[in-house]
């Protein structure tokens, strides 16, 4: 069955920086783009990014953007979030998830995605 398990959260300083991994296994990574996701306490799950299937587009949420840098192996079937310059408001649990493959474009949609994992902690504190 399709599994997006997710690794790498922990508690980092603020301008510290982080690298959340994301295994796949059930399906063939190669042949769908991928996201990632954030939900902080209290608020609606938040598109990060997303990237296609050979690693050629991507896509960042503004608030993002500049700080990280999503990539991908699909030969180790690995999706990876590089994470740099973190602010307090970059806690929250972090979620890799499978872009549907009735969606042909990049999305930070929640709904376009059909297989999600169980997250990773990330908190920014001094």
């Known amino acids: 069955q399709v599994q997006l398990v997710e690794s790498g959260g922990g508690l980092v300083q603020p301008g510290g920086s982080l690298r959340l991994s994301c295994v796949a296994s059930g399906f063939t990574l190669m042949y769908y783009h991928m996201g990632w996701f954030r939900q902080a306490p209290g608020k609606e799950r938040e598109g990060v990014s997303c990237m296609s299937r050979s690693g050629g587009r991507t896509l960042y949420a503004d608030s993002v953007k500049g700080r990280f840098s999503i990539s991908r192996d699909n030969a180790k079937m690995t999706v990876y979030l590089q994470m740099n310059s973190l602010k307090p408001e970059d806690t929250g649990v972090y979620y890799c998830?499978?872009?549907?493959?009735?969606?042909?474009?990049?999305?930070?949609?929640?709904?376009?995605?059909?297989?999600w994992g169980q997250g990773t902690q990330v908190t920014v504190s001094s």
């Open positions: 998830a499978r872009l549907s493959l009735s969606y042909h474009d990049l999305s930070t949609r929640p709904i376009e995605y059909d297989y």
